[in-house]
């Protein structure tokens, strides 16, 4: 272990290092810092680093804002809002952007046969649900509980229709079945996805939610599976010539158990690489809404929360010192240990 670590380069070091006090700080935070500190106290406001309090016996080292609160609980604080967006969003585009980049690649355009009945039914049953998602679900009253409930409701409904409209293709004998160019499809969406400006699609998706870290990852992970998608395919087609998979296919394995048991392992290392960078742009993305207050709460801590205060009092350099010194060491460690990756 100790010669592994040794062998890394000063910047890896550095940024696994950095990563991991990331990590401890944002846990240490949820468990020990009270939920409604730091609080207000506006005769404390403004206050310089290594500043003690002028109504109490509290020190702030990094200072305090405009209205009195600790800038390194702020700090402290925004990086587990940070983090939670970063892994949650990454999710949430993995696991979009390896499902359908994997399909992409397997079936090819001539592979997947599909009856034109199930092909409507499905059509419908997916195009209904996505209305229910973006109407329907009440993304401004964002809770916990009643989301997952939203989420869950229509996912099951998907489900069973899926699964009737299986049963119905193969009853029916009055539709023939057609061959569905899926990679073609999948890559004509990854190119409209593309092409689209991904802030003001954020800035427009912003404005459907209330604030909270979870929504906000939602709609980065929406956002940011086509890169996933494009690393999966490549290297499901490079992978999918071998002769072991060749092998699989005439020993008669399933095409699920193909794809898990022998593309995803085969093809993971790729699309980490991807993941590391994934976690620096669902940051940027998050500071950036914040800093146009159009991301989290003005009550919840946000390095961008605190770069837009900084905006309107210039002279108080410690709010754009901090969180730009943040920023910029998780973009640099996730982007180094996303280079390192792809050696």
Not at 86 to 103: C, D, E, R, T, Y
Not at 210 to 237: C, D, H, Q, V, Y
Not at 252 to 263: A, N, Q, R
Not at 269 to 274: A, D, E, G, R
Request: charged share 10%.
């Amino acid at each position: 272990m100790k010669n592994w670590l040794t062998s890394l380069s000063r910047s890896i070091q550095f940024s696994m290092l950095f990563i991991f006090i990331w990590i401890i700080s944002s846990i240490a935070t949820l468990v020990f810092v009270d939920k409604d500190y730091p609080k207000l106290n506006l005769s404390d406001k403004l206050l310089s680093p290594f500043s003690s309090s002028i109504s109490s016996d509290n020190f702030y080292l990094l200072g305090t804002d405009e209205l009195g609160r600790d800038v390194l609980i702020s700090l402290l604080e925004g990086a587990t809002n940070a983090l939670m967006i970063g892994l949650f969003s990454v999710l949430i585009a993995a696991i979009l952007g390896i499902f359908i980049g994997s399909a992409a690649a397997y079936y090819g355009d001539n592979s997947l046969k599909i009856n034109t009945l199930e092909l409507i039914i499905k059509t419908i049953s997916l195009a209904t649900t996505l209305l229910f998602a973006v109407f329907i679900i009440p993304w401004t009253q964002f809770e916990f509980f009643s989301f997952w409930l939203h989420i869950l409701f229509p996912f099951i409904i998907v489900i069973l229709l899926f699964i009737i409209a299986k049963k119905i293709g193969q009853l029916s004998v009055l539709t023939k079945e057609i061959t569905l160019p899926l990679d073609l499809i999948i890559g004509r969406i990854i190119e409209v996805f593309e092409s689209l400006p991904t802030l003001f699609i954020l800035v427009a998706l912003s404005t459907l939610i209330n604030g909270s870290w979870l929504s906000i990852s939602i709609i980065i992970g929406l956002t940011s599976w086509p890169n996933i998608a494009k690393f999966t395919r490549a290297e499901f087609l490079k992978i999918k010539q071998t002769t072991f998979i060749e092998a699989s296919q005439a020993l008669g394995l399933s095409k699920s158990s193909i794809i898990i048991k022998h593309f995803l392992p085969n093809a993971i290392s790729p699309v980490l690489v991807s993941l590391a960078f994934g976690v620096a742009s669902a940051v940027i993305i998050e500071s950036t809404l914040a800093f146009l207050g159009l991301g989290l709460n003005a009550e919840s801590a946000s390095w961008g929360n605190l770069l837009a205060s900084a905006r309107q009092n210039i002279e108080a350099w410690w709010l754009t010192l901090f969180p730009s010194l943040a920023i910029f060491l998780v973009i640099y460690s996730c982007s180094a240990i996303g280079e390192k990756l792809k050696i």
